[in-house]
């Protein structure tokens, strides 16, 4: 039995693993290819950034946070040897009180840290109030952020579409591991937890496990690397043993769920 755990990380290696667990409906059960699910993941990244936009979206619709404000920081006015990111979220802590102070009460958000070309990092904003421009900026200015900023309304049919020019491959870049993508006021869950469903993460590879399986259907194929070769990503089929051992108790049972980290 091969040991698929990479040494660098510890962790199980993207794809090689199967999830598997009992379908609710039927008495057979669920075997699912086990993907990383990690932005730094080349074969991963694409697919989680859409499913946080996705996700991002149903929360902003769901709420009306319709106003996308841009704050953009003045390079001058960062302190030398402070990266742009860290500074960044000292000012919007600061701001998230001017705000408040302006609302007389707690204001809702989503915000996401992106950077800039020239490697300083900028935030977007989806807040549910309307701000005049002017005071935008003058508070902005107040909290060391700077002069340029912007908001604008979306139609709030339109969040999903609008949202799908931000949170880019490209806009990752450069943020060092670990930066915290996405802040949320209190009371916005973007990731809900999910009840442990009793699925279990094998260490054998779902092909490895779909050749055993004397019952395998419900195939599902897909381009998984995005190089036009499609790999067996789920089928459906009777209890096999050879996925109950080896196997860990898989902590997370969803793709859905995943931290907000880069
Ligand atoms: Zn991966």
Partial sequence: ????RTSATGKFGCGLGTLVGPL???QSYGY???LCNAYRCGRCRGRKLRHVRAQIAQVATA????RFVTLTLDPARIPGGTPSHDYLRDCWRKMRVSLSRRAGRSVEFISVVELHKSGVAHLHVLVGL???QAWLSQAWQAVGGGRIVDIRFVDVQRIAGYLAKYLTKDSLKGLPPGTRLFSCSRGIVLWPKKKASGWWLSFRSIDELRDESKEARSERWEDIEQVGIECLVWFEGEFLLNAALDSVLARRTSPAQGETRV
């Fill in 1 to 4: 039995m091969t040991d698929f």
């Fill in 24 to 26: 609710a409906e039927s």
């Fill in 63 to 66: 709420r009306k946070l319709t």
């Fill in 130 to 132: 309307y701000l005049p």
């Fill in 32 to 34: 699912k290819r086990h």
